[in-house]
C-alpha cells in the first residue's frame, strides 16, 4: 500500500512510492531472460486512454527489465474480456486493476494503490493501482501521468512478486517521497529489492515448470 502526505497549497502532494539513487545492474545474478516472463494482465475500470496505458506500460516495463525481471502484457478491456482475461491466473501471472475513485478524498494521507499479498506464504497476484489519485499528484509535481502511472505499477507488481507488504527505505520500494522527487530519473528498484525479484522469479518459474 503507498501513501501520500497532504501539504497546504495542494491536495496531493506526496506518494509513496520511493526514488532510487543508483543502478542495480550490478546486483543481477541472472539475466531477464533466465526467467520465463511473468504474465500481468491489466484491467483498466479507469477509463486510462489507450496512448496513456500503453506509455505507463513501457515504463514499467523498463524498470523492471534493469533489475532483471521480463514481462508480458495483457490488456482487459472491462467491456469485452479475451479469453486470456477470462480464465484463472496461472502461477506466473499477476492482475493489476487500474480503477478511479468517487471523488477526491481530502484525508491526510492517501493510499495510492495496494497489493493484495498473502505475508505468511510471500505470494500476491492481485494489485490495485488509483489511477485518479496518481494523476492529481503528477499534476501537483509536474510530471507526466504515465510516468508516475508506469512507476506505481512497477511498485506494486515488486509487492506481489516479493510477496511483502513491507518498503525499503530506498530505491523504488521507499514507502514516502514528495513531489520534487519525482523530477529525478533513477527509478529504479534498490539493490536488496532487485536481489529478492530475482530470488522469487526463481521460485515462480520452478512452480510454473511444475506444472507443465
Known amino acids: ?26 546486483t543481477r545474478e541472472l539475466p531477464a531472460s533466465a526467467f520465463p516472463p511473468i504474465v500481468v494482465r491489466i484491467y ?13 506500460l513501457l515504463v514499467a516495463a ?19 474480456f479475451t479469453a486470456a482475461c477470462r480464465k484463472p491466473l496461472g502461477t506466473y ?3 493489476v486493476r487500474l480503477i478511479k475513485l468517487r471523488e477526491r478524498p481530502s484525508t491526510p494521507e492517501l493510499p495510492l494503490g495496494e497489493a493484495n499479498v498473502d505475508v505468511v506464504r510471500r505470494t500476491g497476484s492481485l494489485a490495485t493501482v488509483y489511477a485518479n489519485r496518481v494523476r492529481w499528484f ?37 514507502a514516502v517521497w514528495g513531489p520534487k522527487d519525482v523530477a529525478g530519473e533513477h527509478w529504479v528498484f534498490a539493490e536488496g529489492d532487485a536481489l529478492a525479484l530475482g530470488q522469487a522469479c526463481r521460485l515462480r518459474a520452478g512452480l510454473a515448470r511444475s506444472t507443465w
Open 44 to 56: 483498466d475500470a479507469a477509463g486510462t486512454p489507450t496512448e496513456f496505458q500503453q506509455s505507463a
Open 93 to 95: 501471472e499477476l492482475a
Open 138 to 174: 503528477a499534476d501537483a509535481s509536474g510530471v507526466d501521468f504515465p510516468t508516475v502511472l508506469g512507476r506505481a505499477i512497477a511498485h506494486e507488481i515488486g509487492h506481489l512478486v516479493i510477496g511483502t507488504t513491507m518498503h525499503s527505505t530506498t530505491g523504488l520500494m521507499r
Open 1 to 26: 500500500m503507498t501513501e501520500v502526505p497532504q501539504l497546504l497549497d495542494v491536495a496531493i502532494v506526496a506518494l509513496a512510492w520511493g526514488l532510487a539513487f543508483g543502478a542495480v545492474g550490478e
Open 62 to 80: 523498463a524498470i523492471l527489465d534493469r533489475a532483471g525481471v521480463s514481462v508480458r502484457w495483457i490488456r482487459c478491456d472491462p467491456n469485452a
